[in-house]
């Protein structure tokens, strides 16, 4: 069997722009051959700025090139103390292939054992915290292997990571959400409820989840996926732009009509606008970005698999 390693250095900022980053300097690996074992080292090691959409656009093109080439082998170079510490309290080492490994210097660190010191610890830390710091959502795994589970049990799960959403908020008593009325808060369960629902019955593959509140910037919210997109759900039209302009209109769905609501972006968009938020949709090699009803940014973006959500809402 052949051997090959690939090097990939991240920048010192990463966010949503390493996405198009990644994409470009993984090309490769897609092309491998499927027999093939191939090493990906992530250097990790100059991170200085590091932010949810980033974390997750990470952790999707590491589950693309698995999903692709199944014999890659990921290792990680250790980051930052800073970096480290935001990784762990998102959960990102435990959302990564168990072939994962940290270097340190010389020494290999298979990532369960490292992994399982390093989390209690957190735990320990956040257990004593009391000031308003930024608190994020640890990442949630959304995956249709859950398909036979019955309804009531999938709105219960659905349901679960909602209310987490908010207990997690909560935390911040100055957080961005403080001045929300009860009808906000209700709207924000909500669109947790219907972006978790988008990614399990329209991705047709695995997606992850996360949210990260700061008082100094607002709260980010993020569902990543790497399934077929909005122009393979739809199947409606040749293009992802035109794909994703149709399923923002009230009562538009693709799901079968005995389930048809079509009003689950009209719910969020309304939400975030009012809160004068924003909202960024990438699906194929679409960007849409949304900053009001009326105030649409459409650009060109390299091609990546499923859909990526997120919205801000300011402080």
């Known amino acids: 069997m052949t051997e090959n390693t690939t090097k990939i250095l991240l920048p010192r900022n990463v966010n949503s722009h390493v996405l198009d980053f990644l994409i470009d300097v993984t090309s490769d690996s897609y092309r491998q051959d499927k027999n093939a074992f191939h090493n990906i ?58 072939k994962v490994e940290i270097l340190e210097g010389q020494e290999i660190i298979h990532i369960e054992n490292k992994w399982r ?68 808060y209700y709207r924000f369960r909500q669109s947790n409820i219907e972006l978790y629902k988008n990614v399990f019955h329209h991705s047709r593959s695995w997606g992850i989840a996360s949210i990260h509140a700061r008082p100094d910037v607002g709260t980010t919210v993020c569902y990543y996926d790497i399934g077929i ?34 009003y689950g972006f009209t719910l969020i968009q309304e939400f975030v606008f009012q809160r004068k938020g924003s909202i960024k949709i990438r699906s194929g090699d679409c960007l849409l970005q949304l900053n009001s009803n009326t105030s649409r940014e459409k650009k060109k973006v390299k091609k990546f698999p499923g859909v990526q959500i997120s919205y801000l809402i300011p402080a």
């Open 117 to 184: 010191k390093e989390r209690k610890t957190m735990q320990i830390a956040r257990a004593k915290r009391s000031d308003p710091g930024p608190v994020v959502l640890p990442i949630e795994t959304i995956n249709q292997r859950m398909q036979s589970t019955t309804i009531f049990d999938f709105e219960n799960m659905v349901g679960k990571f909602a209310n987490n959403a908010m207990e997690t908020l909560d935390i911040l008593r100055t957080s961005a959400l403080y001045n929300f009325s009860g009808e906000d």
């Open 229 to 262: 997109g909005f122009k393979e759900s739809v199947k409606r039209f040749n293009t992802e732009a035109e794909s994703i302009e149709w399923a923002l209109v009230d009562g538009n769905t693709s799901k079968l009509e005995e389930d048809n609501d079509g």
């Open 41 to 98: 080292v992530l250097d990790l090691s100059q991170i200085n700025y590091i932010e949810i959409e980033g974390v997750l656009s990470l952790i999707c093109v590491c589950a693309a090139i698995k999903r692709k080439n199944p014999n890659t082998n990921f290792r990680i170079i250790y980051p930052k103390e800073r970096v480290l510490t935001y990784l762990m309290t998102l959960g990102f080492f435990g959302q990564m292939t168990n």
